[in-house]
């Protein structure tokens, strides 16, 4: 479904922040993201610019064994990962808790639901930021999106990517958590502004 340019760069975000977190970027993606081009995001010297900056600054220099082996340190392990970005150990300290019931409650009324063969919980930020694309891509309305946004990622992100960026391990994934951050504030204040409108 053809959605706006403005709408089209949001769901690219998300797919891109979706992708970063469900595995390391291989040398290929490093190649892409080396050569983007800026984001604009307003105004100068917005977070949202300097993050992507950052990241693109990056993704040119690096070899993609070093991302790599941040993300396995980060997010894999033997036993339980250091890190485990998931919607419900954030909210109530447990994995596969009631706000993962509550999220598949959503997604099936969105339509959605894991993919064949998936192994990471709907409520990976992977998952949520998919979700999230799949919802702009698919044209559903705003004010659903919102919803989803504020119940099932507003409460939990930050505190999950300052766990990231505070890991001696994170480099590469210190910058694509400062990334994921600055877009997901400009979303939850697009967001806002939108419910005022629709109060006021």
Same mark, same amino acid.
């Given at each position: 479904?053809?959605?706006?340019?403005?709408?089209?760069?949001?769901?690219?975000?998300?797919?891109?922040?979706?992708?970063?977190?469900?595995?390391?970027?291989?040398?290929?993606?490093?190649?892409?993201?080396?050569?983007?081009?800026?984001?604009?995001?307003?105004?100068?010297?917005?977070?949202?610019?300097?993050?992507?900056?950052?990241?693109?600054?990056?993704?040119?220099?690096?070899?993609?064994?070093?991302?790599?082996?941040?993300?396995?340190?980060?997010?894999?392990?033997?036993?339980?990962?250091?890190?485990?970005?998931?919607?419900? #150990?954030?909210?109530?300290?447990?994995?596969? /808790?009631?706000?993962?019931?509550? $999220?598949? +409650? &959503? @997604? *099936?009324?969105?339509? =959605?639901?894991?993919?064949?063969?998936?192994?990471?919980?709907?409520?990976?930020?992977?998952?949520?930021?998919?979700?999230?694309?799949?919802?702009?891509?698919?044209?559903?309305?705003?004010?659903?999106?919102?919803?989803?946004?504020?119940?099932?990622?507003?409460?939990?992100?930050?505190?999950? #990517?300052?766990?990231?960026?505070?890991?001696? /391990?994170?480099?590469?994934?210190? $910058?694509? +958590? &400062? @990334? *994921?951050?600055?877009? =997901?504030?400009?979303?939850?204040?697009?967001?806002?502004?939108?419910?005022?409108?629709?109060?006021?």
């Amino acid at each position: 479904m053809a959605v706006e340019p403005e709408e089209q760069a949001r769901a690219d975000m998300y797919a891109l922040l979706a992708r970063m977190w469900l595995a390391a970027p291989d040398a290929p993606m490093l190649s892409t993201l080396a050569g983007a081009d800026a984001i604009v995001a307003g105004q100068s010297g917005h977070p949202l610019d300097r993050a992507w900056e950052r990241l693109v600054l990056a993704a040119g220099v690096m070899d993609a064994a070093a991302p790599a082996a941040e993300f396995d340190a980060l997010f894999i392990s033997v036993g339980t990962p250091k890190l485990n970005p998931y919607a419900s #150990l954030y909210l109530t300290g447990f994995i596969n /808790e009631k706000p993962l019931a509550a $999220l598949r +409650a &959503d @997604l *099936a009324r969105l339509g =959605l639901g894991r993919a064949p063969g998936q192994r990471e919980m709907e409520d990976h930020l992977a998952a949520l930021c998919e979700a999230m694309r799949l919802m702009i891509t698919n044209a559903t309305p705003l004010a659903r999106q919102r919803q989803f946004f504020e119940t099932h990622l507003a409460p939990w992100y930050r505190r999950c #990517l300052n766990d990231i960026r505070a890991a001696p /391990e994170a480099n590469f994934y210190r $910058l694509v +958590a &400062d @990334l *994921a951050e600055a877009f =997901l504030d400009v979303e939850a204040a697009a967001f806002a502004l939108d419910d005022a409108c629709e109060a006021a």
